[in-house]
């Protein structure tokens, strides 16, 4: 009887851990709206000025507050106007609200400072108040994130910021707790094939074989078209999946 005893109150005690992993609110899912990608402006020294822009609609009721995913939409919110019936549902602090842009694969990106002077180290959560109109930014605003990256500069020789797609998740913090959104991704251009043809000349070979392994030296940068498991990451296990298909042809 004491053993069945102490298991409940272990159990019941796991159950209180488990709720309190999820105290935190979870933020309402954003949605990635739009995608801008402007020229590469090109300068005599040999430098380049690069702007594209994601415009995101963030998690918000009618009057723009921030809310958690217990909000039940717009037309419940008109709805409670018109019948004078409360409607209850969390509305998030934007001091407590942040997020992350994400590409193709579930890569998440990081802001250097080289490029962003808002940060003075790599940064990879981004604090929603950076938006404030008020602080002087750039590159942040509460609708739009302004990027020094483009999708349009490969005969510049500009590496693409990304082949297939952007997306945006939102986190929601407090007492040193996270809870987060979804991953919301725009589909920018079709999904290339990952075929693992890194050198994209028609044929998988020994020479991508070489390139998958210098990427995984990092000697070489990270192509989506290699990642044969699509989990974001080139490793040991594409450079036996590119060989697989060289053996397989042979």
């Known amino acids: 009887m004491k053993k069945i005893s102490l298991?409940?109150?272990?159990m019941l005690l796991c159950g209180i851990s488990v709720m309190a992993q999820n105290s935190v609110p979870r933020p309402y899912n954003p949605e990635a709206s739009d995608w801008i990608d402007s020229n590469p402006v090109a300068?005599?020294?040999?430098?380049f000025s690069l702007n594209s822009q994601f415009e995101i609609t963030w998690g918000h009721d009618i009057m723009g507050n921030l809310v958690a995913d217990d909000y039940p939409g717009f037309e419940a919110e008109v709805e409670s106007w018109e019948t004078g019936e409360p409607l209850d549902y969390t509305i998030l602090d934007e001091e407590n609200f942040s997020y992350s842009i994400y590409t193709d694969f579930d890569r998440i990106y990081t802001f250097t400072p080289d490029?962003?002077?808002?940060f003075t180290e790599p940064t990879t959560v981004v604090p929603f108040t950076l938006g404030s109109t008020n602080n002087g930014t750039s590159h942040f605003e509460y609708w739009f994130v302004h990027f020094e990256e483009?999708?349009?500069g490969e005969d510049l020789g500009i590496k693409r910021f990304f082949q297939w797609r952007i997306g945006v998740q939102t986190h929601y913090t407090v007492d040193g707790?996270?809870?987060s959104?979804?991953?919301?991704y725009l589909e920018v251009f079709p999904k290339p094939d990952i075929t693992g043809d890194l050198d994209r000349n028609g044929e998988v070979?020994?020479?991508?074989v070489n390139i998958a392994i210098n990427i995984v030296l990092n000697r070489?940068?990270?192509d989506m078209i290699g990642d044969l498991d699509e989990n974001g990451i080139i490793d040991v296990s594409d450079i036996n999946a590119i060989i697989n298909i060289i053996l397989h042809k042979n």
């Open 150 to 152: 483009t999708n349009k």
């Open 220 to 222: 070489a940068e990270y």
């Open 115 to 118: 490029k962003y002077e808002e």
């Open 7 to 10: 298991l409940f109150i272990m």
């Open 177 to 179: 707790e996270t809870n």
């Open 205 to 208: 070979d020994v020479t991508d």
């Open 43 to 47: 300068w005599p020294d040999g430098t």
């Open 181 to 184: 959104s979804d991953i919301v």
